[in-house]
C-alpha cells in the first residue's frame, strides 16, 4: 500500500509550473507514495489550518515546492527605517509554503524541499535548517538528475522509517536506553501536559510537606506556646478547593485552562 505524503504548494499561474508539479506528482506515485495537497487531492469546507493538520498526520513525509507568486519589480524593505533597503526584482512564493513547512517539522515529518531558483530564499526556505535546499529551474528533467536523485532516495529513506515507527520520528537507540544522555530540556519536552502538571503537583505537595514537618519540629523544640501557630500554617499552605469561595487549586485551575 502506498505511503501517504503532503505535498506544500500554492496553485500554479503558468503552464510551466503545472506541468512540473504533476510531474513531481506522478515520481512519487512510481516510488510507491501517494501525494496529498489541498486544492488538488484533498477538499474541505473547514478552515484551513484545521484541515491541514489533520492531512499531514495521515502523512508520514512532506515535499515543500516554492514557486513563484509574487514578483516585486521594483518595492523597498523596512521603508522609512534606517536600514531601509530597495527591492529590484524580487521572486517571493506563497506563504503557505512557511507556513505548512513549520507544521510539518513539529510533526517530524522527514522534509523534501524544493526551491524554484531565483526566488528570495527566507524563513524555512533559505539553507541552514534540518533539511537540504535544491534551488531548481522548473523543468521536469531535474527529477532524472544525479542530485535529485539522491536527495530523494535519502528522503524516502526517512519516510520508509517515520511510517514504519508509526508515525513517529525515530529516536536514537542510545538515548532510549540511557537516559543520562537527555537534558532537562528533552525529558520535559516529552511530557504530555497532564504528566507535566501532575509532577509540578507533586513537587509542589512535598515541597509542602517539609516546610510543615519542618515548623512543627521547630515548635516542638521551643514549647507549645506556638502549636496553634502550626495550625494555621497548615490551613494557609493547604491547597485546596472550596465551595464556599469558589476558589480553586490554582494548579489543578491551569491544566483544565489548557485542555
Request: neutral net charge.
Amino acid at each position: 500500500m502506498a505511503i501517504d505524503v503532503f505535498i506544500s504548494v500554492g496553485s500554479t499561474s503558468k503552464p510551466e509550473q503545472e506541468a512540473f508539479i504533476q510531474a513531481v506528482e506522478q515520481f512519487l506515485r512510481d516510488s510507491g507514495l501517494n501525494p496529498r495537497c489541498v486544492g488538488r487531492t484533498d477538499f474541505s469546507s473547514v478552515q484551513p489550518l484545521k484541515f491541514i493538520e489533520q492531512i499531514m498526520s495521515q502523512c508520514s513525509g512532506t515535499v515543500v515546492i516554492a514557486l513563484e507568486r509574487i514578483h516585486i519589480q521594483d518595492g523597498l524593505e523596512k521603508r522609512g527605517s534606517e536600514a531601509e533597503k530597495l527591492l529590484s526584482n524580487v521572486n517571493m512564493s506563497t506563504v503557505w509554503n512557511q507556513i505548512e513547512a513549520g507544521m510539518a517539522y513539529l510533526l517530524g515529518h522527514p522534509l523534501l524541499v524544493i526551491v524554484e531558483r531565483g526566488l528570495r530564499k527566507e524563513g524555512l526556505l533559505e539553507p541552514g535548517y534540518d533539511w537540504y535546499i535544491q534551488s531548481v529551474d522548473i523543468d521536469t528533467s531535474i527529477l532524472h538528475s544525479r542530485e535529485f536523485a539522491g536527495v530523494f532516495a535519502d528522503w524516502k529513506r526517512r519516510v520508509d522509517d517515520f511510517h514504519a515507527n508509526g508515525g513517529k520520528k525515530k529516536i536514537s537507540s542510545q538515548a532510549a536506553i540511557d537516559p543520562e544522555k537527555l537534558t532537562l530540556g528533552q525529558i520535559l519536552g516529552a511530557l504530555k501536559p497532564a504528566q507535566l502538571w501532575a509532577i509540578v503537583g507533586t513537587l509542589m505537595g512535598a515541597l509542602t510537606a517539609v516546610a510543615v514537618s519542618a515548623y512543627k519540629l521547630g515548635t516542638v523544640s521551643s514549647g507549645p506556646s506556638k502549636t496553634s501557630n502550626v495550625y494555621e500554617i497548615e490551613n494557609s499552605m493547604k491547597i485546596t478547593a472550596s465551595s464556599e469561595s469558589g476558589i480553586t487549586n490554582p494548579l489543578q485551575r491551569t491544566f483544565e485552562s489548557r485542555r
